[in-house]
């Protein structure tokens, strides 16, 4: 099994092998590019970096790891400043809108500090449902899933699964609601 394998099947893996380093300087690449028209916003580098149609808004500046691993819905919208570490899949539905401030993380590193050192890192996958609205400043950790028509309160840390039709926020991200 590749290295890029491993890492997107969510097993550890060595992200400083050279067919991964290569992908994330081609993300590089197509980030800068697309940072750097902010006015004209480039939807064809976006369908380059994700390797799909793309049918959505994303304002610069925007950042990721790979790009492959993304698949977004249709109708989506990102304000300032979205990153998504994305070594594993990432899945976002249709209709989500994202404020200023979100970071989406995938990614994962060993507690135990030799693994670390020696360059090992992991992923688990993220999926958001359909139309739902995250807000500002929030954090989406390694392997949560939100439910469809969610709203994430701004700030929050989300650690856990969030069910489909709840109001949640905080850190650690709660359900305070359902809808």
Not at 7 to 17: K, Q, R, S, W
Not at 29 to 45: F, H, I, R, T
Not at 81 to 109: K, M, Q, R
Not at 135 to 142: K, Q
């Amino acid at each position: 099994m590749t290295e890029k394998e491993k890492m997107i099947n969510g097993l550890p893996y060595n992200a400083d092998e050279p067919s991964l380093v290569a992908d994330r300087k081609r993300a590089k690449k197509l980030m800068k590019e697309y940072n750097d028209s902010p006015v004209d916003l480039k939807k064809e580098v976006l369908d380059e970096l994700f390797g799909q149609e793309f049918n959505a808004h994303i304002e610069a500046p925007f950042r990721v790891d790979y790009g492959y691993n993304i698949k977004i819905g249709h109708s989506f919208y990102s304000n300032f400043n979205l990153t998504i570490l994305d070594v594993a899949p990432v899945e976002i539905g249709y209709h989500v809108f994202i404020a200023p401030n979100v970071l989406i993380a995938t990614a994962g590193h060993p507690v135990d500090p030799i693994e670390r050192s020696n360059g090992v890192e992991f992923g688990k996958p993220i999926k958001i449902g359909n139309r739902v609205w995250i807000g500002g400043n929030v954090v989406i950790l390694p392997g949560v899933t939100i439910g469809d028509n969610v709203t994430i309160g701004a700030g929050s840390v989300v650690t856990k699964d969030i069910p489909s039709n709840t109001v949640a926020v905080g850190n650690p991200c709660k359900v305070i609601k359902h809808i």
